[in-house]
Nanobody, 119 residues
Framework: QVQLVESGGGAVQAGDSLRLSCAASGLTFSSYSMAWFRQAPGKEREFVASITPSGDSTYYANSLKGRFTISRDNAKNTMYLQMNSLKPEDTAVYYC????????????WGQGTHVTVSS
C-alpha cells in the first residue's frame, strides 16, 4: 500500500531553518505530483508548496515564497521542504501529500510532522 512518512520536524527558534523529508513507498514516485500542506492549531489546513512529477516545476503559497523551497529526489523516492527564516506563525503540523498525474485531488497523505517555532 502507499505510504508517505514525514520526518524532520522539531522545535526551533525564530530565524532558524529546518528541512522536512517525505519518504514514499508503494507507488511509482516519479509519476506523482507531490505537495506540502500545513495545519496550525485552531486553523484549517493550508497549501504550502507543490512539485511536478519530474521536479521541473514548483508552486508556492504566496506568503511563503522566498523562505521555503520544495524539491524531490526521484531516485530516493523522497520529497523535501527546506524552510528558512522560520517565524512563530510557521508553527503547524506539516503534511506531505501525493496524487498521480491523472488525479485532481491529493489522495495520499502522510501522518504529519510537528514544527514549533518560538520567538
Amino acid at each position: 500500500q502507499v505510504q508517505l512518512v514525514e520526518s524532520g520536524g522539531g522545535a526551533v527558534q525564530a530565524g532558524d531553518s529546518l528541512r522536512l523529508s517525505c519518504a514514499a513507498s508503494g507507488l511509482t514516485f516519479s509519476s506523482y505530483s507531490m505537495a506540502w500542506f500545513r495545519q496550525a492549531p485552531g486553523k484549517e489546513r493550508e497549501f504550502v508548496a507543490s512539485i511536478t512529477p519530474s521536479g521541473d516545476s514548483t508552486y508556492y503559497a504566496n506568503s511563503l515564497k522566498g523562505r521555503f523551497t520544495i524539491s524531490r529526489d526521484n531516485a530516493k523516492n523522497t520529497m523535501y521542504l527546506q524552510m528558512n527564516s522560520l517565524k512563530p506563525e510557521d508553527t503547524a503540523v506539516y503534511y506531505c501529500a501525493g496524487r498521480p498525474r491523472s488525479a485532481i485531488r491529493y489522495n495520499y497523505w502522510g501522518q504529519g510532522t510537528h514544527v514549533t517555532v518560538s520567538s
